[in-house]
């Protein structure tokens, strides 16, 4: 029997399930002090987090702790992967788009600036010693993968504590572990963002996972007006604004929750371009066009009808 505790936390809907159900109390408490811990360390939106500490550093080596470290390096390994277009130096250039402060808080009326990102090699991160550089006036936001190693290491910790198998997900950031229940965990997979126990909204495939992770990267979800236009939170890092939809929504499973979402999000990001690195990676992808066209690769399983 499986339990199931859902939450909300970092404007996200947060769940976490068990295939034992005597450790879902203490699989929920791992799950929210580590989202405590991530939140301290990576927040751009409170003044007390280390990566805000950081940005007041102005150049000079700073001492972080081992879970920033952890987190720099998961981020700067998805900037080499995709050359770039993953880059967690686009702080500056979310900030430009309104996206200081909480979605539902940003002024529809406010600037709209185009800040391109200063690339990841303005980062000097010393994991060793746990210490960091950043070049001046270089801001960090590590949004596009602290979410999913957030999912991947509470999947992890909490199978540890408990012996339990354990799913968790974050804002559709989905990561598993220990012994999956019979027939494995069934994820339903669709072009929207909503209640994943109601009914189905247009095309939808269901996919079974049994380790590793699954991560939704959507133009869709994280989105606000500013200036007049509709912007959201998936940044080209070479112009500082949202690219051109190719795909509204893609989907990806890969052996960790991290690796799915690099490469989503590097799908949004390249659009038609991602097709090589598809390829070369190989794993299961569902890519929605922006006119709500389905296209699969990897071995992605077919739609069924609403």
């Not at 505790?5 to 996200?12: E, F, I, P, R, V």
């Not at 301290?40 to 550093?57: G, K």
């Not at 939170?233 to 052996?255: C, E, K, N, Q």
Request: charged share 20%; net charge negative; with cysteine.
């Amino acid at each position: 029997m499986i339990a199931v505790a859902d939450w909300t936390a970092w404007t996200c809907r947060v769940r976490v399930a068990v295939t034992d159900p005597a450790a879902l109390d203490s699989g929920r408490e791992l799950l929210t002090d580590l989202l405590a811990d991530v939140d301290r360390a990576a927040s751009r939106f409170r003044d007390d987090s280390e990566l805000a500490a950081l940005d007041r550093a102005d150049g000079a080596w700073t001492s972080i702790s081992p879970l920033f470290t952890e987190l720099l390096a998961v981020a700067l390994r998805a900037a080499r992967l995709t050359d770039g277009d993953v880059d967690p130096t686009v702080g500056a250039a979310l900030s430009g788009l309104g996206y200081d402060r909480n979605v539902d808080e940003i002024r529809a009326d406010g600037v709209l600036l185009a800040i391109p990102a200063p690339g990841w090699r303005s980062i000097e991160l010393d994991e060793e010693n746990c210490r960091v550089r950043v070049a001046p006036g270089v801001r960090l936001d590590l949004g596009a993968t602290a979410k999913a190693w957030t999912a991947d290491t509470a999947a992890g910790a909490i199978t540890a504590a408990t012996g339990s198998g354990c799913l968790v997900s974050i804002g559709g950031d989905i990561a598993v572990a220990g012994p999956a229940p019979a027939g494995g965990w069934r994820i339903r997979v669709e072009d929207v963002t909503g209640d994943p126990d109601a009914a189905p909204f247009g095309p939808s495939s269901v996919v079974t996972i049994r380790d590793g992770g699954l991560a939704t990267s959507s133009v869709r979800s994280r989105r606000w007006q500013r200036a007049g236009l509709w912007v959201h939170h998936l940044i080209d890092p070479h112009t500082g604004m949202p690219p051109v939809p190719a795909w509204r929504t893609v989907s990806a499973a890969a052996r960790t929750c991290v690796d799915a979402n690099v490469l989503s999000t590097a799908a949004v990001v390249r659009g038609n371009r991602i097709w090589p690195l598809l390829r070369e990676a190989g794993l299961p992808v569902r890519l929605v066009t922006a006119d709500g066209q389905v296209l699969t690769a990897g071995g992605w399983p077919e739609e069924r009808a609403a």
